[in-house]
Every structure is written in structure tokens, then in C-alpha cells.
């Protein structure tokens, strides 16, 4: 049985940081590509970043130079290093794991407001 676990969310004031993790378990972790996905009330889902097996991150533009995504293939682990953060980034965030078939974790709430 799959599963993606996220956690770390939170309230945040504008410009603070969080830290998102995502436990994998039930897949060979360093075979998947991960991805964070979020989604704000009313909005569809949108990428957010991704990291492959190897090689570079991808970011969507509104994130580049103030998220940086990670992965821990020892630990099953991907994370995303969440900085300088606006209340547009307000969301639900996703962790995914893609090889052929998608998986999906449950989400973690990520509010930024004063």
C-alpha cells in the first residue's frame, strides 16, 4: 500500500518560513520523481516545484528563488524549504510521487496571513 504523508504546515505571518515534508512508504522512493503541488480555495491545483531522480529542480515561477525542493532517498523523504513567504502562497500543499502512475499524499494546509 502507497502512502505520501506531508506535514509542517501551518500558520505563517508574510515573509516567515516553513519547512514541508512528505514520508513515503510502499514504493521504491529513489525511482520516483517528487513534486509539490498546491492548491488555493476556489483555484485548480498547480505545481509548485518537482525534483526528478537525478538531476535539477523545477520551479513555477511564482516560487523561483524563494522555495527550494529536497529529497532524503535514505529516508523516503522529500521536502520543500518554504521562504519569504506571501499570502498568496496561502494553500493546500500536495507531495506526489510519478513513475508511470501518479501517487498523491492527503495535503497540508499552509496559511500566510498577519
Known amino acids: 500500500q502507497v502512502q505520501l504523508v506531508e506535514s509542517g504546515g501551518g500558520l505563517v505571518q508574510p515573509g516567515g518560513s516553513l519547512r514541508l515534508s512528505c514520508a513515503a512508504s510502499?514504493?521504491?522512493?529513489?525511482?520516483?520523481?517528487m513534486h509539490w503541488y498546491r492548491q488555493a480555495p476556489g483555484k485548480q491545483r498547480e505545481l509548485v516545484a518537482q525534483?526528478?531522480?537525478?538531476?535539477?529542480?523545477n520551479y513555477a515561477d511564482p516560487v523561483k528563488g524563494r522555495f527550494t525542493i529536497s529529497r532524503a532517498d535514505a529516508q523516503n523523504t522529500v521536502y520543500l524549504q518554504m521562504n519569504s513567504l506571501k499570502p498568496e502562497d496561502t494553500a493546500v500543499y500536495y507531495c506526489?510521487?510519478?513513475?508511470?502512475?501518479?501517487?498523491w499524499g492527503q495535503g497540508t494546509q499552509v496559511t500566510v496571513s498577519s
Open positions: 525534483i526528478p531522480t537525478s538531476g535539477s529542480a
Open positions: 506526489s510521487a510519478l513513475r508511470g502512475t501518479r501517487y
Open positions: 510502499g514504493i521504491i522512493f529513489r525511482l520516483y520523481t
